[in-house]
């Protein structure tokens, strides 16, 4: 019975460890003050992506149409980007990541919607923000929220 439960939960697991790549493979910040630092210095506004790497199916698909697209490698250009990421299985992040990204939720996603894309100025306030995903290849509304503030 383990070992078929295991069968289920590998790719659950794998996938939710695949979406973390989306920060380290890429230019993705996860800590808020370095991004707000990182903004002030380079005179741009913070992309902050809330998302529920190892449950939100939303929040998956969105990765894979915007942000691996070519229209938004070339918009993030223009911010500096904020992966939060509050997963159910806790072993996905570090205690410290994990407490840090639900201060950030408690700043910024009260209601705690997923996913959630947010635009912060460099001095940490909301200018506006774009939440869901239908999950049916369209972002052209996430790409306009984008090109507005850049």
């Given amino acids: 019975m383990k070992k078929v439960l295991l069968l289920f939960l590998l790719p659950l697991l794998l996938s939710a460890q695949a979406d973390l790549k989306v920060v380290k493979d890429s230019k993705w910040l996860t800590d808020y003050e370095k991004a707000l630092k990182v903004a002030k210095k380079e005179s741009k506004n913070v992309l902050v992506f809330f998302t529920g790497s190892d449950w939100c199916p939303p929040c998956k698909m969105l990765k894979a149409d915007l942000f691996d697209s070519t229209a938004f490698k070339e918009i993030s250009e223009d911010y500096v980007l904020l992966y939060v990421d509050v997963p159910r299985n806790r072993d996905l992040l570090t205690p410290e990541q994990f407490a840090h990204n639900k201060e950030v939720m408690g700043k910024y996603n009260k209601k705690g919607v997923f996913p959630l894309l947010k635009i912060v100025n460099s001095q940490g306030n909301t200018l506006d923000e774009y ?19 850049k």
């Fill in 131 to 149: 939440s869901g995903y239908s999950m049916n290849g369209e972002v052209q509304d996430h790409l306009e929220l984008l090109n507005k503030y």
